[in-house]
């Protein structure tokens, strides 16, 4: 099983995409906030979402699972 992981520390702002979505490299699937600033989080491999594993509005840390693929 493949995953997306945060980029770095920040509070999930938006997800992008949904279980059942595919995605190729360099999609946006989801958004952080992140000292007043938005970063988008791309996926770093092609597949289809299987599993989003934050909610919006979550603080996460740097290198946290975000999404899983298949």
Do not use: R
Not at 30 to 44: G, N, Q, T, W
């Amino acid at each position: 099983m493949k995953a997306i992981h945060s980029p770095m520390a920040g509070t999930v702002w938006k997800i992008v995409k949904v279980v059942g979505d595919t995605v190729d490299y360099g999609d946006t699937v989801a958004i952080l906030e992140s000292m007043k600033m938005e970063i988008p989080v791309e996926a770093d491999s092609a597949g289809t979402i299987v599993k989003i594993l934050v909610a919006e509005g979550e603080v996460v840390d740097d290198g946290v699972a975000l999404f899983e693929l298949s």
